[in-house]
């Protein structure tokens, strides 16, 4: 149980286009997500908490109107790389919590998106 | 603010050899605790968790127990396998927040 699915898996694409990454809970229902950027041989860096109906809340430092968030259904939260430039080339991992229970519920991870701009 | 330090790898081990890779933390209240493991190309994967003190999260032969005394949750396994070879992610929740803190990760190699 407790499957979170991310797609595309891969992407290759020319310097100033935009890239939308999906990430979905396949077996439960998600009031949040989270969404990380893994540089090379380095730990997860959170980048945002996405709500279900409401705006996503962005660490320091990160772009809110360069990694758009939406998270518009329970079960269903997209990244937007908007006008991608070569150093948004990174690995991007989203993360959902179940909904209801205990506040102590693990994050589950999809499996990642190697973003590469060329 | 909360953290999570965890021992540097890289860490290279022979088939069966015992496992102990070190973390500790610091955190205010009583943070639930965690070790995720990544596997090469892949997101993470949780691998055990425990949530108050003295706790013992254990799964496929890795265990860690909550220590308060010593703000650690060190990972250890008896004897490990090739199939073992990946990124261990020590890391945390608490005081409220969601979001979770992880340590830098420790990659572990295990020759046959």
């Known amino acids: 149980g407790a499957v979170v699915s991310q797609h595309p898996s891969w992407v290759i694409c020319k310097s100033g286009t935009s890239v939308k990454i999906e990430c979905r809970s396949l077996d439960f229902q998600a009031t949040t997500m989270f969404w990380y950027r893994q540089f090379p041989k380095q730990s997860l860096m959170l980048m945002a908490t996405?709500?279900?109906?409401?705006?996503?809340?962005?660490e320091q430092g990160v772009e809110k109107d360069k990694f758009l968030i939406n998270h518009a259904s329970l079960t269903l939260s997209t990244l937007t790389v908007t006008s991608a430039h070569p150093e948004d080339s990174s690995f991007y991992i989203c993360?959902?919590?179940?909904?209801?229970?205990?506040?102590?519920?693990?994050?589950?991870f999809g499996d990642g998106t190697r973003l590469s701009i060329l | 603010g909360d953290s999570v330090t965890q021992m540097e790898g890289p860490v290279t081990l022979s088939e069966e050899a015992f496992l102990t890779i070190n973390c500790t933390y610091t955190a205010t209240g009583y943070p639930s605790l965690f070790w995720y493991v990544q596997y090469p190309g892949e997101g993470l994967q949780l691998l055990l968790k425990?949530?108050?003190?003295?706790d013992k999260g254990s799964n496929k032969g890795f265990e860690a127990t909550y220590r308060k005394e010593t703000t650690s949750f060190h990972l250890e396994k008896g004897s490990v396998q090739v199939s073992d070879s990946a990124v261990y992610f020590c890391a945390l929740s608490g005081g409220g927040s969601e979001k979770l803190v992880f340590g830098k990760g420790t990659k572990l190699t295990v020759n046959p």
């Open positions: 996405s709500n279900e109906g409401s705006k996503a809340t962005y």
């Open positions: 993360s959902a919590r179940p909904a209801g229970g205990r506040g102590n519920q693990p994050q589950h």
């Open positions: 425990a949530t108050k003190a003295d």
